[in-house]
């Protein structure tokens, strides 16, 4: 089974910070999905990668397939980056999902 | 406007009453998937669909019946809803390209609360 570890779980932020927020898991994938989660409960797909690096806007999501791990950035945060980030391993039919990172930008 | 639609959004039931949350996709997708939100836990994957009739469990399957007649819908049932399925539900969809689920697309969700 995919043992998913995201850190850190929450995190407080003042605006224009650069956020980092990290994703192991372990067992081989082909491909992982970025997620965020606004308060009011709805899930919006960030990225879907498998090697590398994607920039969309201010949101940078990097992986690294041999080291079991990938990264999602945010340049210069704003408050309304608010939510739950959450990382799923496994482009395949199957995916594990992180617990999540609850992150807060204050103004 | 592409979008996955589930229904009810809320939903408070007693235990045993059979129930269906449906969900439902305009964008032509092969993959969907329901999951559970459960705090602490995060989201895990009930069922899921790589095309129509081709289901297979996820991680909590036991308690939950699917089915994928058509390529749009995939219902999900409760034979005989318990209080531990009170839950935030998920619906989502994907296109596939190489075997590899590419964006995900969420429904609104559905709350279910099992008396």
């Known amino acids: 089974k995919n043992e998913v570890e995201q850190s850190p779980q929450n995190l407080t932020a003042q605006e224009g910070e650069f956020i980092t927020i990290n994703c192991s898991y372990s067992?081989?994938?082909?491909?992982l999905h970025w997620l965020q989660q606004h308060p009011g409960g709805g899930i919006v797909s960030l990225f879907m990668?498998?090697?590398g690096k994607k920039k969309h806007g201010r949101l940078i999501a990097t992986i690294n397939i041999q080291e079991k791990h990938s990264s999602l950035h945010i340049t210069a945060s704003h408050p309304r980056d608010s939510a739950v980030y959450i990382c799923?391993?496994?482009?395949?039919?199957?995916?594990?999902f992180g617990k999540g990172t609850k992150l807060t930008v204050n103004p | 406007e592409a979008q996955v639609t589930q229904n009810p959004r809320y939903l408070i039931t007693v235990t045993g009453k059979k129930l269906t949350v449906t969900c439902s996709q305009n964008?032509?997708?092969?993959?969907m998937s329901w999951y559970r939100q459960d705090p602490g836990l995060g989201l895990r994957q009930i069922y899921y669909?790589?095309?129509?009739?081709?289901?297979d469990k996820g991680d909590v399957p036991e308690g939950y019946k699917v089915s994928r007649k058509e390529k749009r819908n995939f219902p999900l049932i409760l034979e005989s809803p318990s209080p531990n399925q009170t839950s935030l539900y998920f619906c989502?969809?994907?296109?596939?390209?190489?075997?590899?689920?590419?964006?995900?697309?969420f429904g609104e969700g559905s709350r279910l609360t099992v008396l």
């Open positions: 989502a969809s994907s296109l596939l390209a190489g075997g590899l689920t590419g964006e995900l697309f």
């Open positions: 067992v081989g994938i082909s491909a």
């Open positions: 990668l498998s090697s």
């Open positions: 799923a391993p496994g482009g395949s039919e199957k995916l594990v």
């Open positions: 964008m032509n997708h092969e993959y």
């Open positions: 669909s790589m095309n129509v009739e081709v289901t």
